[in-house]
């Protein structure tokens, strides 16, 4: 595959990359499958996968599997006797350029509103190079742990820089990741009373024309897309009611998704009483932005009230542990949402407010979080495991990802069961295997049908360049 430069990518170009899987029928056997079997996670052994180009297409006992195969001879077959096989991880929230700020100094002990101010400081200084190698580094680091679809909130476009969405999506084409990208935005500045700073905002009009050019140039809504373009103004400290509403109105002509930052701290919440008179959720749905089509990221401060709303108008979560206990925000009320029937799903959150971008981990995180406080009861392994699998799936209106099983997009993580951070728990039980222990890199990972991680590296990208680029970059212009 080529290089790709910032103006020539377009939505034929990610489709023949989207085509440019291979062509042969795989056969992964005498594996281990942990997988969601309607809502429920089951455990399959001595099992078999057969991918054809870049979907599931037969999922079965090794030993039926191999009868109906006996007749083959051009079938390419991989050894799962040492692994076991998840969906790919669905990450629902991030913000990929982040990785350039990722652990500053200044901000290691802030809670959000100081964090932005601080960081908008660094942003403004953004440009297509920078926001691309850092995503590379923050998508390299997503399918290391197994996630093979991202969405990113991509919110900063400051002025006079050529910063545009096609920084991530280069990024990702570049890696073979299945993405959603969220084509962001900021229009209040601190002199109209918002928080950014007033070079990091632009004008609506300029938003939601480059609004409609993402959408018009990359969205592809074919149930196997590797791109989709989401709508998601940044948040009610930095957006104004009347870019919200038209922004609503466009996604829905154009049939893409809503998303943004809601209900995060309790600091957003005052600002809202105090600018709006009202609270997040309350502004969000006045501004008709409640929906099957929208996703918020956070919700950490909800009234009941609130998520009985957000449950009838089946509103989703991206659900963000790590970064809720990094800022301080809160614990959000994730065993009472899944009672309710909200859709949730997970987010790791961008690499500033994290600063790690393993969503298994991050699906621990958030079980292991509901525990203090709540009983040991409160959030089970299986639940932990749905929200990163089929809750981010549901999440994304994707019905082709998240399982196992014929007719779903081969995007699947394989751990070795030889790893010492698995030894003992992987022989009781895989999935708990997998949700207890602190599980490091996914040994091999499949996105639609291509192997992007072999043998737990980078099969597209050298990682430790990237990792030295970035530490360059990071050291000459974002301490
Ligand atoms: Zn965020």
Same mark, same amino acid.
């Given at each position: 595959?080529?290089?790709?430069?910032?103006?020539?990518?377009?939505?034929?170009?990610?489709?023949?990359?989207?085509?440019?899987?291979?062509?042969?029928?795989?056969?992964?056997?005498?594996?281990?499958?942990?997988?969601?079997?309607?809502?429920?996670?089951?455990?399959?052994?001595?099992?078999?996968?057969?991918?054809?180009?870049?979907?599931?297409?037969?999922?079965?006992?090794?030993?039926?599997?191999?009868?109906?195969?006996?007749?083959?001879?051009?079938?390419?077959?991989?050894?799962?006797?040492?692994?076991?096989?998840?969906?790919?991880?669905?990450?629902?929230?991030?913000?990929?350029?982040?990785?350039?700020?990722?652990?500053?100094?200044?901000?290691?002990?802030?809670?959000?509103?100081?964090?932005?101010?601080?960081?908008?400081?660094?942003?403004?200084?953004?440009?297509?190079?920078?926001?691309?190698?850092?995503?590379?580094?923050?998508?390299?680091?997503?399918?290391?742990?197994?996630?093979?679809?991202?969405?990113?909130?991509?919110?900063?476009?400051?002025?006079?820089?050529?910063?545009?969405?096609?920084?991530?999506?280069?990024?990702?084409?570049?890696?073979?990741?299945?993405?959603?990208?969220?084509?962001?935005?900021?229009?209040?500045?601190?002199?109209?009373?918002?928080?950014?700073?007033?070079?990091?905002?632009?004008?609506?009009?300029?938003?939601?024309?480059?609004?409609?050019?993402?959408?018009?140039?990359?969205?592809?809504?074919?149930?196997?897309?590797?791109?989709?373009?989401?709508?998601?103004?940044?948040?009610?400290?930095?957006?104004?009611?009347?870019?919200?509403?038209?922004?609503?109105?466009?996604?829905?002509?154009?049939?893409?998704?809503?998303?943004?930052?809601?209900?995060?701290?309790?600091?957003?919440?005052?600002?809202?009483?105090?600018?709006?008179?009202?609270?997040?959720?309350?502004?969000?749905?006045?501004?008709?932005?409640? +929906?099957?089509? #929208?996703? %918020?990221?956070?919700?950490?401060?909800? @009234? =009941? /009230?609130?998520?009985?709303? $957000? *449950?009838?108008?089946?509103?989703?979560?991206?659900?963000?542990?790590?970064?809720?206990?990094?800022?301080?925000?809160?614990?959000?009320?994730?065993?009472?949402?899944?009672?309710? +029937?909200?859709? #949730?799903? %997970?987010?790791?959150?961008?690499?500033? @407010? =994290? /600063?790690?971008?393993?969503? $298994? *981990?991050?699906?621990?995180?958030?079980?292991?979080?509901?525990?203090?406080?709540?009983?040991?009861?409160?959030?089970?392994?299986?639940?932990?495991?749905?929200?990163?699998?089929? +809750?981010?799936?549901?999440? %994304?209106?994707?019905?082709?990802?998240?399982?196992?099983?014929?007719?779903?997009?081969?995007?699947?993580?394989?751990?070795?069961?030889?790893?010492?951070?698995?030894?003992?728990?992987?022989?009781?039980?895989?999935?708990?295997?997998?949700?207890?222990?602190?599980?490091?890199?996914?040994?091999?990972?499949?996105?639609?049908?291509?192997?992007?991680?072999?043998?737990?590296?980078?099969?597209?990208?050298?990682?430790?360049?990237?990792?030295?680029?970035?530490?360059?970059?990071?050291?000459?212009?974002?301490?």
């Amino acid at each position: 595959m080529g290089h790709l430069v910032c103006g020539e990518l377009s939505l034929a170009a990610l489709r023949r990359y989207a085509g440019g899987i291979m062509t042969t029928t795989q056969h992964i056997f005498d594996t281990t499958i942990v997988t969601c079997v309607d809502n429920d996670p089951v455990v399959l052994k001595n099992h078999s996968i057969i991918l054809e180009a870049n979907v599931i297409t037969r999922v079965g006992p090794t030993n039926d599997v191999e009868r109906e195969l006996a007749s083959r001879s051009d079938i390419e077959r991989f050894d799962g006797s040492h692994h076991v096989v998840i969906p790919g991880l669905i990450n629902t929230h991030h913000h990929l350029y982040q990785s350039l700020t990722r652990g500053l100094a200044c901000v290691q002990n802030a809670e959000l509103f100081d964090w932005l101010t601080e960081l908008y400081t660094r942003w403004r200084n953004l440009s297509h190079d920078t926001v691309k190698l850092a995503a590379q580094v923050s998508i390299g680091e997503l399918l290391l742990s197994g996630c093979t679809t991202t969405s990113d909130h991509f919110y900063i476009f400051p002025q006079n820089t050529d910063v545009r969405v096609e920084s991530v999506l280069e990024a990702a084409n570049s890696l073979g990741m299945r993405i959603h990208v969220c084509r962001g935005s900021m229009s209040v500045g601190q002199s109209n009373g918002g928080l950014p700073p007033d070079d990091c905002v632009q004008d609506e009009q300029e938003i939601l024309a480059d609004c409609a050019r993402a959408v018009d140039s990359f969205h592809d809504a074919d149930p196997m897309s590797m791109v989709r373009v989401d709508l998601a103004p940044c948040s009610p400290f930095s957006i104004s009611p009347e870019l919200l509403r038209e922004t609503a109105v466009f996604a829905r002509e154009r049939g893409v998704l809503l998303h943004t930052h809601a209900a995060e701290t309790l600091d957003e919440e005052r600002y809202c009483l105090e600018r709006f008179g009202k609270r997040p959720i309350d502004y969000l749905a006045e501004c008709d932005w409640l +929906g099957d089509d #929208v996703y %918020l990221a956070h919700c950490v401060h909800l @009234s =009941n /009230d609130d998520i009985k709303l $957000l *449950a009838k108008t089946k509103t989703g979560v991206a659900h963000c542990p790590c970064s809720n206990m990094r800022l301080g925000s809160g614990v959000p009320a994730i065993p009472q949402l899944l009672r309710e +029937g909200v859709r #949730v799903g %997970l987010g790791v959150d961008g690499s500033s @407010s =994290n /600063d790690g971008g393993h969503v $298994l *981990a991050e699906a621990r995180q958030a079980m292991l979080l509901q525990r203090v406080g709540g009983g040991a009861a409160v959030m089970t392994t299986a639940d932990a495991f749905r929200i990163a699998t089929i +809750g981010g799936a549901q999440l %994304l209106g994707r019905k082709t990802l998240g399982r196992i099983a014929p007719g779903f997009a081969a995007d699947m993580a394989m751990y070795r069961t030889d790893d010492i951070a698995l030894a003992g728990a992987v022989a009781q039980d895989p999935l708990a295997a997998l949700m207890l222990c602190h599980v490091g890199r996914a040994d091999r990972v499949y996105v639609n049908g291509q192997v992007v991680v072999n043998e737990g590296r980078l099969t597209m990208q050298d990682e430790r360049k990237l990792a030295l680029d970035l530490n360059q970059i990071v050291a000459k212009q974002f301490r």
